[in-house]
């Protein structure tokens, strides 16, 4: 489904500041996969996420999409089949604009000069009240109003809203509330197993790593240092992945708000 | 003054308004829209002037306004490659096409910088023509200007709803997300811009036949009128729909040629348009910024008078 091929990048290269962030790092995705992936502050989780989304070009290496070389595709050409989202659930809507035109622009059906139908709107309608918000009685009003939480929900709608090849989330929970985090992670969940998408998400807590999904990566450096899921995942647990981590990494991991949310 | 003359003056200042309420709209769509600040608005107005003038000059009075949209249009899509395309800034780039139009618009008016079309049919004549004999013959210029602005809020309405404009939209309202999105940002901006400069070199064309002459300092300044007219047709119809808001552009545009008038009865010098408009967009833009400030600006002085007592 999803093959990254010796993938490096490398910011600020031939300075003092160079800073290998990939390594040729190589990762096959199976369609359908769920995959968790974690790893210390830096590791390049993110990076990878760039990379494959392409918010910059690999510097080396190939990055395949449904058989498709999308290595050097612009970004908002793979953006059709790749949904992301981000940390800041700020990001990914446009908050002058009212729920109902993000939906359209989420939706992209139609040719560039064809505008928001009836029918449009009441599937609109529709999903949004699959979020349990009330969303789908605000539809005028601007997407600025809503809560982080309400947005970010909203973002995962939208970036689902045409089932993509692949979904990232990169810790798409982390800025919200314990409470409204919970219920993004369900809706997330629901959403996902509903549409059978294949995922990739960046989580700092290691419990709920292996908890969700289908499969765990973790991450160290610029490269995947372990990779696992089936029968072997079901029996890990957090002490296993922090002993795994010293012995690939050959140090502690130093993710403090990973080992806080422990 | 008497009552007719101050009517006559009001009827001025209203087809001089809707004339220059369609450069508003343009940047009602670039400024508002598409967060760009087109600072070419000056050049591709006295482009869409010196176009006008001369091809109605050449016999063509329909054509004139077609073409000064056109040539607006190229002015456009030039400044827009330039910022989305080729790295350069996009005030910039808006400064330099500014500067190269001002060759190209002396070259236009036949290396003059001023060209007379006194006796040349314009769509003001035409309309006359047509008008001639009916109660509303008096109003031939007015309703010229009142067309022109009721097509383009139409056109801009249904523009910005289409999905083409909810992506021009987008890209200036969230940036970020437009990066990671479908939307190409390049396309999007160097569209509005297109749009928004065939209004501008639209306002010109009208501007110069009205004035039935067309100089190369026609559009100088015209972007801080019209963002001053913009910003103030925001404190009255800021919010709300598209369409309320473009009308607020429109408003803004005639209260600010209607206090201009008014002020030129006053003996203010014409001269000073220019500095009210500067002024006005300076209070207008810092006003939001000063507010935001003024509790940091309380405390510091509160803190500064415990100080004292201490």
Known sequence: MLKLIGVSKTFNPGTINAKTVLDKLSLHVKKGDFITVIGANGAGKSTMFNAISGSFYADEGRIILDGRDITLQPEHKRAKVIGRLFQDPMRGSAPGMSIEENMALAAGKGGWLSSVSKADKEEYRERLALLGMGLEDRMKHPVGLLSGGQRQALTLLMATYNPPKVLLLDEHTAALDPATAEKVLTLTEKIVAEGNLTCLMVTHNMQSALEQGTRTLMMNEGRIIFDVEGEERSKLTVEDLLEKFREEAGKKLDNDRMLLSK | ?310
């Open chain 2, 1 to 310: 003054m008497n009552l007719p003359m101050m009517l006559n003056l009001g009827q001025t200042a209203l087809e001089l308004g809707l004339i220059s309420s369609l450069t508003v709209l343009a940047l009602f769509l670039s400024y508002t829209m598409l967060n760009v600040c087109d600072l070419s608005t000056d050049g591709c107005f006295t482009l869409g002037a010196a176009v006008g003038a001369v091809v109605a000059l050449s016999g063509h009075p329909y054509l004139s306004i077609f073409a000064a949209m056109g040539a607006g249009i190229c002015s456009g899509l030039l400044t827009a490659v330039l910022q989305t395309k080729m790295g350069i800034n996009s005030l910039l780039a808006g400064i330099i096409v500014n500067t190269g139009l001002y060759s190209l618009n002396i070259a236009i008016m036949g290396n003059s910088s001023q060209i007379n079309i006194n006796k040349t049919e314009t769509v003001y004549t035409k309309m006359q023509a047509l008008l001639k004999g009916t109660p509303l013959s008096a109003y031939y210029k007015l309703i010229v200007a009142l067309i022109a602005v009721a097509i383009v809020i139409v056109i801009l309405t249904l523009f910005l709803r289409t999905r083409l404009g909810l992506a021009i939209r987008a890209t200036g309202d969230n940036p970020d997300m437009v990066r990671s999105s479908s939307i190409n940002p390049v396309f999007t901006t160097i569209i509005g811009l297109c749009v928004a400069n065939a209004f501008t070199g639209l306002s010109g064309c009208l501007l110069a036949q009205y004035n039935k002459s067309a100089n190369i300092d026609i559009g100088s300044g015209m972007v801080t009128v019209a963002l001053a007219s913009l910003l103030i047709g925001r404190a009255f119809l800021g919010r709300g729909g598209v369409p309320k808001r473009a009308i607020g552009a429109v408003l803004g545009a005639f209260i600010f040629r209607l206090v201009y008038t008014v002020a030129l009865r006053f003996r203010m010098p014409a001269s000073m348009l220019k500095a009210v408009s500067s002024v006005i967009v300076i209070i207008a833009i810092s006003a939001p910024y000063l507010k935001s400030q003024l509790p940091l600006l309380k405390r510091k002085l509160g803190l500064r008078s415990e100080k004292g007592a201490m």
